[in-house]
């Protein structure tokens, strides 16, 4: 389908090393969303871009974590020097323009650091 | 700080019932207000939204309420069945292409 792709879906990392989590919005969407989302929990917001440029970043826990968008499609999300607790589900999110405020999230990259 | 807060945590009806999950918030500023259904492995998905000039929305068996004043809005699901057992979070946001702020949700179970 023509939905949000996000890749790995599993993660299995060692603390310490760096990953990278790779969102392709749906073709054409302005904005894309990451979020996190831990066991039971609601989405919690980390960075947003409209195209290219990163609008909000506030909600990046610390500076392990950044995001880019180059050429504003697909998105990578890196966390470096990982820590146990950055285990979690990361959710990529595309909406367009005309979607009225709808986001379309992927299933989801699932992150474990052991 | 949790802007937006969601109640109960979990909730279980028998099938017809009408499950009512709670949302409040504290941001006045928000004007968009959506519920997301999800289910097991999947992401969350869009189920029904409202913006602050009307005060309920419906959409086939599910409605939502607002009440602008107490800063509240409820989704009901009406004859429920057990293909709606999911989590539901409820959301706000500014207009205007901005991240939505999610409530930590609602475990929904419909028993047969």
């Known amino acids: 389908g023509a939905g949000v792709s996000q890749s790995p879906r599993y993660k299995v990392t060692k603390r310490g090393q760096d990953v990278a989590l790779r969102c392709d919005p749906i073709?054409?969407?302005?904005?894309l969303y990451w979020y996190r989302q831990a066991l039971g929990q609601g989405p919690e917001f980390l960075t947003y871009?409209?195209?290219?440029?990163?609008?909000?970043k506030s909600g990046l826990p610390n500076d392990r974590f950044s995001a880019e968008r180059p050429e504003g499609s697909i998105s990578t999300l890196t966390i470096q020097r990982t820590e146990q607790r950055d285990s979690a589900m990361y959710r990529c999110?595309?909406?367009?323009?005309?979607?009225?405020?709808?986001?379309?999230f992927g299933e989801g990259s699932r992150l474990t650091v052991l | 700080q949790q802007q937006v807060k969601q109640s109960p945590q979990s909730l279980i009806v028998q099938k017809g019932g009408i499950p009512i999950i709670n949302c409040a918030y504290e941001?006045?500023?928000?004007?968009?207000f959506p519920w997301y259904q999800q289910f097991p492995g999947k992401g969350p998905a869009l189920l029904i939204a409202?913006?602050?000039?009307?005060s309920e929305k419906k959409e086939g068996r599910f409605t939502i309420s607002f009440n602008k004043s107490a800063k509240q809005f409820s989704l009901h699901i009406m004859d429920s069945q057990p293909g709606d057992s999911a989590t539901y979070f409820c959301a706000a946001s500014l207009s205007g292409n901005t991240p939505l702020v999610f409530g930590k949700g609602t475990r929904l179970s419909v028993i047969a």
């Open positions: 409202i913006r602050p000039d009307v």
């Open positions: 999110a595309s909406s367009s323009i005309s979607s009225g405020g709808e986001l379309f």
């Open positions: 073709s054409g969407h302005v904005s």
């Open positions: 941001n006045t500023a928000f004007d968009y």
């Open positions: 871009f409209n195209y290219e440029a990163q609008q909000d």
